[in-house]
């Protein structure tokens, strides 16, 4: 007999789709993540300075992005790379958010930093590399922010529904689930873009899917294409790293968009997110159909 998702995911029950839960929707600032609308989440790889900062923060969100983005803390492939301005950086990300009205969302490292960064952010980043981190996961979700939980570049579908359960037993249900691309034998590309997990966790999890196509492709000519088939795989939204001076950014500058490309990117993106807003609504109309044909069975 086929085993069934439910069979597989056995360990992870409370992430998993169920009668009572068919979504979780996590309430950010005036925005709903998981709600219907696709959310574009935009910004820096990292907070550099103030005139980059507001500069991108104003240009996204004229642009349409939702929530601004910029690491604070930066993880880095080099421990002698930019590690991020800390407090600093943190206070410019809070004067963005005053300035344009913008969600900030801020990777957090470490357990230490948790209450700082949770006093700024209104979502908690938790990166690639500390995926399945479960001390970090836990005291971040006990800060009561929203969690970003991305993808370990190395971590499977489980280990990420693992780490998600992690943070729902310690009392969060808000949870966003980001695929950015997983290592495999390719090297072209950053990492490899796995849709497939995307459509997987759409249909078998109840949390919020966002797709990170700067860091899967790793090339920012490519972000344009992942993004867009990040829609059309039902995601739930994006988060997309834009630069002023991509060739001059202090990290990550390959995969980061500049301004015009992000606004090429965003009105590419209009015909697939009226697509998406179509097969959404036809699912509504059909699970309601569903719904009445089965209330209809258990009457007679
Ligand atoms: C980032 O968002 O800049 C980042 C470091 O991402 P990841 O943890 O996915 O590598
Ligand atoms: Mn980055």
Request: hydrophobic share 30%.
């Given at each position: 007999m086929r085993e069934s998702w439910h069979e597989r995911f056995?360990?992870?029950?409370?992430?998993l789709k169920n009668a009572q839960r068919q979504r979780t929707i996590v309430p950010v600032l005036d925005l709903e993540i998981g709600g219907g609308e696709f959310i574009v989440m935009a910004g820096p790889c990292a907070v550099e300075t103030e005139a980059q900062l507001m500069a991108t923060a104003n240009h996204v969100r004229r642009g349409g992005a939702h929530i601004l983005r910029g690491g604070a803390f930066k993880p880095r492939s080099?421990?002698?790379?930019f590690q991020g301005l800390g407090l600093e950086g943190l206070k410019l990300l809070a004067r963005a958010r005053q300035e344009t009205g913008l969600a900030i969302v801020t990777e957090v490292m470490s357990e230490d930093d948790v209450p700082m960064v949770a006093e700024y952010a209104d979502i908690l980043q938790i990166g690639s590399r500390n995926s399945e981190n479960y001390s970090l996961l836990e005291t971040a979700a006990r800060s009561g922010r929203p969690l970003l939980l991305k993808r370990g570049m190395m971590a499977t579908v489980a280990d990420l529904l693992r780490s998600a359960q992690m943070v729902l037993d310690n009392g969060n249900p808000n949870v966003i689930l980001c695929e950015r691309g997983i290592r495999t034998?390719?090297?072209?590309?950053?990492?490899?873009?796995?849709v497939a997990a995307i459509a997987l966790l759409k249909q078998i999890s109840h949390l919020p899917v966002i797709a990170d196509p700067s860091h899967a492709a790793g090339h920012r000519e490519l972000v344009p294409a992942l993004a867009r088939i990040a829609v059309v795989a039902e995601a739930d939204g994006l988060i997309v790293e834009v630069h002023p001076n991509p060739d001059k950014a202090w990290s990550d500058g390959e995969q980061s968009l500049d301004f015009a490309g992000f606004d090429a990117m965003m009105n590419a993106l209009e015909p697939w997110m009226e697509w998406r807003a179509t097969a959404l609504n036809v699912e509504k109309l059909e699970q309601h159909e569903l719904a009445g044909l089965q209330m209809a069975e258990a009457v007679r």
């Open positions: 056995a360990e992870t029950p409370d992430v080099s421990p002698y790379a034998f390719e090297t072209a590309t950053r990492n490899t873009f796995d």
